[in-house]
């Protein structure tokens, strides 16, 4: 299958600063790349969808304003956690999606674990 | 009611059994049904996916899906103690690509 890889693997910061995450597909070039987040014990909740060159849609009741997404080339999707808080602490994981395939060509990141002191 | 459910387990079988995951959806209009292994600590990965009523079966795995039910489950047949993971049931509804995950299903197989 097709490579995804997020940077950091894990990351711990203060309250009040902002983490940027990046997700890269390594093997082909992804139009469409999501965000996910994942709380302990909890199931994946779609964030928002980023599409190369244009702006991402979000997701009802994510901040577009705390959770900034660039998707600024066909491999490179960021998501920048602003002002984190504690609340923020969380797994997130990017998925990357193989143009002209269907959704079982989604491929998903080993994922972020952000924990805000 | 959540789009997709799940009982979330734990599910326990003993090593060598048959293992039943369930998976309900809202929407009659979903098209893609998704299994999804999920380790404790790491991203999910794709066991499974199925498109059209009946079954799919790929090595100990066999996916089932009833639309008419809007049902679709997960067999692992000769479960093995690697198997013990979360798994994930997602759902594709209408056009697109956006995956709607269940709670998923704690699996523990013992030896």
């Known amino acids: 299958g097709a490579v995804v890889s997020q940077h950091p693997s894990w990351v711990i910061c203060k309250s009040g600063t902002s983490v940027k995450i990046e997700c890269r597909s390594l093997d082909f070039q992804a139009t469409t790349m999501f965000w996910y987040r994942q709380f302990p014990k909890q199931s994946l909740m779609l964030m928002a969808t980023?599409?190369?060159?244009?702006?991402?849609?979000?997701e009802q009741g994510v901040e577009k304003d705390k959770f900034l997404i660039n998707h600024a080339s066909l491999t490179l999707s960021t998501l920048t956690v602003t002002s984190a808080h504690p609340e923020d602490s969380s797994f997130y994981i990017c998925s990357a999606h193989r143009p002209g395939g269907g959704p079982d060509t989604q491929y998903f990141g080993p994922g972020t674990r952000l924990t805000v002191l | 009611q959540k789009e997709v459910e799940q009982n979330s387990g734990p599910l326990s079988v003993p090593e060598g059994a048959i293992a039943s995951l369930n998976c309900t959806y809202s929407?009659?209009?979903?098209?893609?049904f998704f299994w999804y292994r999920q380790y404790s600590g790491k991203s999910p990965e794709l066991i499974m996916f199925?498109?059209?009523?009946g079954d799919k079966e790929d090595g100990r795995f066999t996916a089932q899906l009833n639309k008419a039910s809007q049902y679709v489950s997960l067999l692992i047949r000769d479960s093995q103690p690697s198997d013990s993971a979360t798994y994930l049931c997602a759902v594709v509804t209408g056009g697109g690509n956006k995956l709607t995950f269940g709670t998923g299903t704690q699996l523990k197989v013992e030896l």
């Open positions: 980023s599409n190369e060159g244009s702006k991402a849609t979000y």
């Open positions: 929407d009659r209009g979903s098209q893609s």
């Open positions: 199925i498109y059209s009523n």
